[in-house]
């Protein structure tokens, strides 16, 4: 049985992967550079910092990756106000999950003031009993840190959690900490290779407590 629910946020809850990517396009830009479609498997799910690491090496900026991140970061702050949505269905499973009695945990690779930020501007930052954002731990995703520390901090075993990802690196930390997993990719991620290791992908939100309940893991 399942004794919590660990959501992911970027792609999960929020759409909010296109910002990300624009923020990306546009700094890469100030260097005459574009960013190549084959390094999005490499990004997706990671904290800013790591992901700063891959593109100043791979596109051999100029810049140190800590200047890179901080920047690309100004621009990507800058684009949210007005622009955050939910994704389909979010709303609705939380508030079935807690009508249950179910507590819920975000384990996210989003820095604490972007988390912060985008949980208010949806109405979702009293959602949540847990937040571990990629501040709170020394690796991140697919590392299973950040999985770890929510499972431990919602006083549950790792085993009796499961875990909402949309990217395969979110599913590999997961599956790294011991959690279960299910995984719900969107239009930029369904096309990645690693899903293979959830225990389901479901196409929506909206079949995961439909999933949950046919498959015994609620009563």
């Not at 609705?92 to 999950?97: F, K, Q, V």
């Not at 995961?208 to 893991?217: K, R």
Request: hydrophobic share 50%; proline share 7%.
């Amino acid at each position: 049985m399942v004794s919590a629910v660990i959501f992911d946020l970027d792609g999960v809850l929020i759409d909010s992967e296109a910002l990300q990517l624009a923020a990306w396009e546009q700094y890469v830009a100030r260097f005459a550079q574009r960013l190549p479609r084959e390094l999005l498997p490499r990004l997706f799910g990671r904290r800013l910092a790591d992901a700063a690491r891959i593109i100043v090496a791979e596109l051999a900026l100029p810049v140190s990756p800590e200047r890179a991140a901080q920047e690309r970061d100004e621009l990507f702050l800058a684009s949210l106000p007005g622009n955050v949505r939910p994704m389909p269905g979010a709303h609705d499973l939380i508030a079935a999950l807690r009508a249950r009695g179910i507590p819920l945990g975000l384990a996210t690779s989003g820095h604490q003031r972007y988390v912060r930020l985008v949980l208010d501007e949806l109405g979702l930052d009293d959602a949540f009993s847990v937040l571990v954002t990629g501040d709170d731990v020394a690796r991140g995703k697919p590392a299973p840190d950040c999985y770890v520390l929510a499972a431990a901090r919602l006083g549950s075993s790792p085993g009796s959690c499961v875990a909402i990802e949309d990217a395969p690196l979110g599913v590999a930390a997961a599956r790294a900490a011991g959690l279960r997993c299910l995984a719900v990719p969107n239009d930029h991620t369904r096309h990645l290779d690693g899903f293979a290791a959830a225990d389901a992908i479901l196409p929506g939100l909206d079949a995961v407590l439909p999933w949950l309940e046919s498959n015994g893991w609620f009563s």
